[in-house]
């Protein structure tokens, strides 16, 4: 059996007045969710809300159904961006807000590994050992230029356009959800962030975090501490997912939560 150590905290970092990010950590372990809002104050906290609600309510609902984890990510990234697309009618002054999601299920009665749906630039992350890997594409012309050899890595860290993307919830035309399944082992961590940590933090940064402190709620605020160190320009949000062998010691700080999975 396998034991999930989970904790996950926003800060509005140094400069933005308003947290535009939102995340939800379900406290059975079951899901993990995080959002990063964008249109304006009020636009970019309504759409991240609106994404993050619709979708743990339709991930609750459905959870014990016989669908398939793939169909009820994707129907739940579907009726997320209704959702926002509903509420911009009814507030036209909110009409350009939108949102990233990225989602990371463990329905270990229906599956073998976990699942991952994103829309966005909003991550996840799987450190295994010394080894931190991206496990989702950026959904933004940065990614595609790089990935086409039009810019190299280096060139996209400071380009000006690094921050529009191609998709997001929110938009009429939103047509690419990204949903797949996700190798997992005892050992590993998984880390679901808004580009706020990863515009202030490179991956080596991140992974040493990650290695050098096993609390997962210490893990989570100083990876928020560095990247406020390093500028704190946006919002930050990161949520913290440990998998553990039942015979691990057993964690219970703060708002960190431990569970059994069967």
């Known amino acids: 059996m396998l034991k999930l150590l989970f904790s996950g905290m926003t800060d509005p970092g140094l400069v933005r007045s308003s947290n535009q990010d939102a995340y939800h950590v379900d406290s059975q372990g079951r899901f993990f969710i995080v959002a990063d809002g964008m249109g304006g104050h009020a636009g970019g906290q309504e759409a991240s809300s609106i994404a993050t609600a619709t979708i743990r309510t339709y991930l609750e609902e459905h959870w014990e159904s016989d669908l398939a984890t793939p169909q009820i990510l994707e129907q739940a990234m579907v009726l997320a961006n209704k959702a926002i697309l509903t509420d911009q009618k009814q507030h036209p002054e909110r009409g350009d807000m939108g949102t990233t999601a990225v989602v990371l299920t463990f329905r270990t009665d229906k599956d073998d590994q976990p699942w991952c749906a994103h829309v966005g630039d909003s991550r996840l992350y799987r450190l295994r050992g010394p080894k931190i890997n991206a496990l989702t594409e950026d959904h933004t012309w940065i990614a595609r230029a790089v990935k086409e050899g039009e810019l190299t890595p280096d060139q996209s860290r400071n380009h000006p356009w690094r921050h529009v ?78 998998l553990l062998l039942d015979t691990a010691a057993h964690e219970t700080t703060g708002v960190e939560t431990g569970f059994i999975v069967d």
């Open 165 to 242: 993307l191609s998709q997001c919830l929110g938009r009429e035309d939103m047509h690419r959800i990204d949903v797949q399944s996700i190798e997992a082992q005892p050992g590993d961590r998984f880390l679901l962030c808004s580009d706020g940590l990863t515009e202030e933090l490179p991956d080596t940064v991140i992974a040493a975090h990650l290695k050098s402190i096993r609390a997962v709620e210490s893990a989570a605020q100083a990876l928020i501490n560095s990247a406020k160190k390093h500028g704190g320009r946006d919002n930050i949000t990161v949520v913290l997912v440990t």
